[in-house]
């Protein structure tokens, strides 16, 4: 029994199962990015630019850091960005 190539196996499994995870998480990052640039672009034009302020405020004392004017910003420049590119064709968007 050669020990050393179970141990590299079960290694080897593991490193896959740690992307495999990776990059659900990620994709599970985009979709939720997209969702949010959407609502957030049909929140504009009803209630206007200002909302992006007020909805990062809310979502800051609510949820905690990593949601500033800035990055709710980002996520809707990456709604309109994947409406035209690929992207959204990977992620399976709705429209």
């Known amino acids: 029994m050669n020990y050393y190539n179970e141990i590299k196996e079960e ?3 593991n490193e896959i ?7 659900s ?7 939720a ?5 959407m609502i957030l672009s049909k929140a504009g034009k009803h209630y206007g630019e200002g909302i992006i302020k ?3 405020k ?12 800035t990055n709710l910003k980002y ?3 990456f709604y309109f960005f ?7 064709d990977e992620l399976s968007c709705k429209n």
Request: glycine share 6%; hydrophobic share 25%; net charge positive.
């Open 11 to 13: 290694l080897i499994k």
């Open 17 to 23: 199962n740690k992307k495999v995870k990776s990059y």
């Open 25 to 31: 998480i990620n994709r599970s990052d985009l979709n």
């Open 33 to 37: 990015y997209f969702n949010v640039g």
């Open 54 to 56: 007020e909805y990062s």
């Open 58 to 69: 809310k979502l800051t004392k609510e949820l905690g850091k990593g949601y500033t004017e």
């Open 75 to 77: 996520f809707r420049q």
């Open 82 to 88: 994947s409406k035209s590119h690929t992207v959204c």
